[in-house]
């Protein structure tokens, strides 16, 4: 009775000691699911929060950029640069600079801020042209020589040729002074001109402040067309002045052919540029009414004389004048290139003569006659 009076105890103490073993254990583990489901809480948290710093980042950086676009006026320096233009360093962009500079320091209306700023830029190149011009004043006084030089380079038939050809054209350069470079440095317009056509037209297309509105007379808007075509005329009747003045150096001696080319295009240019924007044609007509200008004062004798010039030399009326027609110049090309291409054949055949004869003379029998 009482063995089994401990065994009862003793299963009920085991039973006792398995309940708490099993509540200890489930203690256990909820403390571990709640500091799961804690952290992952938290980590949620910290995404958000971060997610929602970095966009409100941005959107106070774009805030702050539409602030200084709205606030600034064209009468401010950095308007273009806060619109997004006059960015970087290429012609354009300085172009856009020089005009903003220009508006905002002299409180000139646009049409008269691309006059000026114009004016100024080619106002700086003119030592450029005065040295173009008097190379090609030097030129014209050995144009014979140099022409013929020039057509032995061309017509030359073999290596040799050209060779002799050349050195004789760059004798008659040295002796005369004359220096090829100084011809092209008129071309360093190019860029600048390309710099006003493109800046003055993103200008016109955005439009910057004051370009509806400060324009002259008939084209008051300059972001719209000129709606009479009267800048495109201008142009075309100026450019047509100095083509016939000789050219922007004014010592340009212009072939027939060419001159016509040149006479035309100007009047073609009208129908071209119809679409453009005031301000571009207004940048046009003030660069070409400047040219003719530039043109006038390299002619003129006191100039050159001031300037230590050479006169440009009296075309002479006997010389050889080139093709006036297309069909004259095509003829007079297709009779060149015929005389070359005989005066190659001639020296093919004379070569063929030599090999042929020297073949000849190397045989036993022929050996044997001379000795």
């Known amino acids: 009775m009482i063995s089994r009076t401990r065994m009862l105890k003793g299963l009920m103490a085991s039973k006792t000691c398995s309940q708490i073993g099993l509540m200890r254990s489930s203690s256990l583990i909820l403390p571990m699911k709640r500091f799961n489901s804690t952290s992952a809480s938290t980590s949620t948290t910290a995404s958000d929060i971060k997610t929602t710093l970095t966009n409100f980042d941005t959107e106070q950086v774009s805030n702050n950029a539409d602030q200084i676009a709205t606030t600034l006026t064209s009468d401010q320096a950095g308007y273009l640069h806060s619109i997004g233009l006059a960015d970087g360093w290429g012609p354009t962009a300085i172009i856009e600079r020089i005009l903003?500079?220009?508006?905002?320091?002299?409180?000139?209306?646009?049409?008269?801020?691309?006059?000026?700023?114009?004016?100024?830029?080619?106002?700086?190149?003119?030592?450029?042209?005065?040295?173009?011009?008097?190379?090609?004043?030097?030129?014209?006084h050995v144009k014979p020589e140099l022409d013929?030089?020039?057509?032995?380079?061309?017509?030359?038939?073999?290596?040799?040729?050209?060779?002799q050809a050349a050195a004789n054209r760059k004798k008659i350069m040295k002796e005369n002074d004359i220096k090829l470079s100084h011809q092209f440095y008129p071309m360093i317009q190019l860029p600048i001109a390309y710099g006003f056509f493109q800046g003055l037209r993103k200008m016109a297309n955005y439009p910057v402040e004051g370009f509806e509105t400060q324009g002259l007379a008939w084209f008051e808007n300059l972001s719209a067309v000129d709606p009479y075509c009267g800048l495109q005329i201008l142009t075309a009747a100026v450019v047509v002045g100095m083509v016939r003045s000789g050219g922007e150096t004014g010592a340009t001696q212009i072939n027939p052919l060419m001159k016509k080319l040149l006479l035309w295009l100007p009047i073609v240019s009208i129908f071209i540029t119809k679409e453009f924007s005031a301000a571009v044609v207004v940048y046009f007509a003030i660069n070409s009414t400047f040219s003719f200008f530039q043109t006038l004062l390299l002619r003129s004798h006191w100039f050159r004389t001031f300037m230590k010039m050479p006169e440009m030399a009296k075309p002479?009326?006997?010389?050889?004048?080139?093709?006036?027609?297309v069909s004259e110049w095509w003829s007079d090309f297709n009779e060149k290139n015929q005389q070359k291409l005989e005066k190659k054949k001639q020296a093919a055949n004379s070569k063929a003569d030599a090999v042929q004869k020297r073949k000849i003379s190397s045989t036993p029998q022929n050996f044997i006659k001379r000795h």
Not at 105 to 132: D, E, N, S
Not at 156 to 162: G, I, L, P, R, T
Not at 316 to 325: F, I, L, R, V
């Open 100 to 140: 903003e500079i220009t508006h905002v320091y002299t409180g000139l209306p646009w049409w008269a801020t691309i006059a000026v700023a114009t004016v100024g830029i080619r106002a700086a190149m003119v030592p450029l042209y005065v040295k173009a011009s008097a190379n090609a004043a030097k030129m014209s």
């Open 148 to 163: 013929k030089a020039l057509s032995d380079l061309q017509n030359a038939s073999n290596q040799q040729e050209q060779l």
């Open 316 to 325: 002479n009326p006997d010389a050889p004048k080139g093709p006036s027609t």
